[in-house]
């Protein structure tokens, strides 16, 4: 589908204000609602790009800006060491009761936007990956696509780093796609182990795959990209949304 401008809306969180960076179909008529996560960049170009190819099958994406409280609004970190290193301080700094804050407000507001039917997914990479998965704990979400999440196995995301993902993947009722890099050394065999086990024990519904790709293989800037896995992911991603956000 042709795309609207890009917008930008800044809603109230329990942390300040939040920028939104909202994609969506120039066709009339309501469509179902994604909130995308990005990776510890916050919105570059190629975020920008996903939601608009997501946007494009007939969706209303929102990005949030995931380290609003740090940065000042519309900040893209680099990709480069400083970027990188400034991305991970922060990850590490934020609460993670302020994460599920930002997503709870993210969420609400996706679902009462007049283009939205009100069935919401979630999706991210990296960080993003992880928070869309802990978005998912909310009763709201339908299903979320998570690739290469990062810090779930280890419990070490927000502040403090002692998360409870883990612990609470069984208040999860939607359905998830979880997506792996092979050669991915952020979240090694052993760490999907865990992760695995945990979503058996608890009844989690979900697709798993691991691919054979590094860290980032979904990001179409530098080369650890794979286009190919590219548009095998968007397939997976496309059939569960298909599926999960517009019942028949």
């Known amino acids: 589908m042709i795309l609207r401008e890009h917008e930008m ?3 109230p969180t329990g942390s300040g204000p939040m920028r939104l960076h909202v994609l969506r179909p120039a066709a009339t008529g ?10 510890i960049y916050q ?4 975020i920008r790009r996903l939601a608009a190819m997501i946007a494009g099958l007939g969706y209303v994406v929102a990005v949030p ?8 609004a519309g900040t893209v970190l680099a990709y480069d060491q400083p970027g990188t290193d400034r991305g991970n301080a922060l990850k590490y700094t934020k609460p993670i009761t302020a994460y599920d804050d930002d997503a709870r407000a993210a969420i609400a507001w996706l679902a009462d936007h007049p283009a939205c039917t009100g069935r919401i997914g979630t999706m991210g990479v990296c960080l993003g990956g992880h928070l869309a998965l802990r978005a998912a704990m909310n009763g709201a979400v339908s299903a979320a696509a998570c690739f290469y999440a990062t810090d779930i196995h280890s419990s070490t995301l927000g502040e403090g780093q002692q998360d409870d993902t883990l612990r609470r993947i069984g208040e999860i009722s939607g359905e998830l796609l979880m997506v792996w890099g092979r050669q991915d050394p ?4 052993a760490g999907r182990q865990v992760i695995r086990e945990t979503f058996e024990a608890a009844n989690a519904r979900y697709e798993w795959y691991e691919v054979n790709g590094q860290h980032a293989f979904l990001r179409d800037e530098g080369h650890r990209y794979d286009p190919a896995l590219f548009l095998q992911c968007m397939a997976w991603v496309r059939s569960m949304f298909e599926r999960t956000l517009r019942p028949g």
Do not use: K, M, N
């Open 186 to 189: 952020h979240v090694p065999f």
């Open 43 to 46: 919105v570059t170009a190629p």
């Open 65 to 72: 800006e995931v380290y609003h409280e740090y940065e000042a």
């Open 9 to 11: 809306i800044d809603i």
């Open 30 to 39: 309501r469509f179902p609602g994604v909130v995308l996560f990005s990776e």
